[in-house]
Structure formats: structure tokens, C-alpha cells
């Protein structure tokens, strides 16, 4: 069971990137997706997240209105558009895959090996 994180990189304040999920080794059908970041010297956040079955969506106050998270069942990948990126948004951001919808990464099973993504001018 794998799930491969890409698409981060360093971007202007304002701007926009798109992160990926891939999962591959099993179905993910019946699953809730989140994505969490890690800043240097903070703990690890949930940013958003997504049921795999139905495509129902939470998000975190700080990204709201600027993340979108969507899945591809077909290709089996679960996206991350952030737009108007802040500074505050630099972080490492990593998807996993849990039993549940929750905030707390502990119960997340599984877990992509991060991607970089910094905001700065």
C-alpha cells in the first residue's frame, strides 16, 4: 500500500499549486483523505479532507475558501489546488488515508512521504 505525494515547489505569495495523491496496492473506496502539513518547529495540521465513496469535503478555517481537495476514482489520486497562497502556508504537506474523518493525524493509517511547498517572494 502506497500513497505518493508530489507537485509542491516554491511559489510567490498569491499564487497557486496543485498537489497529488497517488495511491496505489489497494482501493481506498470507503476511506476518508486528508491532507496535513508540518511546519519547521509546529506539529502536524489537517488542511483538508475527503471521503474517497461519497466526495463530501471538510477543510480547515485557514484554508477555507482558498484550498479546493478533490478524487479521481478513476485514476485513483486525490488532488489539492491551493490558491491566493500565504507565506503561512509554507509547510510540508502530506496525504494519508483513514479509517474516519478526523483531525487528529493518529488516526490516519496511512501516509504519503510529504511534499515541500513554500511561499515566498
Known amino acids: 500500500v502506497q500513497l505518493q505525494a508530489s507537485g509542491g515547489g516554491l511559489v510567490q505569495p498569491g499564487g497557486s499549486l496543485r498537489l497529488s495523491c497517488a495511491a496505489s496496492g489497494r482501493t481506498f473506496v470507503g476511506y476518508y483523505m486528508g491532507w496535513f502539513r508540518q511546519a519547521p518547529g509546529k506539529e502536524r495540521e489537517f488542511v483538508a479532507g475527503?471521503?474517497?465513496?461519497?466526495?463530501?469535503?471538510n477543510y480547515a478555517d485557514s484554508v477555507k475558501g482558498r484550498f479546493t481537495i478533490s478524487r479521481d476514482n478513476a485514476k485513483n489520486t486525490v488532488a489539492l489546488q491551493m490558491n491566493s497562497l500565504k507565506p503561512e502556508d509554507t509547510a510540508v504537506y502530506y496525504c494519508?488515508?483513514?479509517?474516519?474523518?478526523?483531525?487528529?493525524?493518529?488516526?490516519?493509517?496511512?501516509w504519503g512521504q510529504g511534499t515541500l511547498v513554500t511561499v515566498s517572494s
Open positions: 494519508a488515508a483513514g479509517r474516519g474523518w478526523s483531525k487528529s493525524p493518529e488516526t490516519y493509517g496511512y
Open positions: 475527503i471521503w474517497w465513496s461519497s466526495g463530501s469535503t
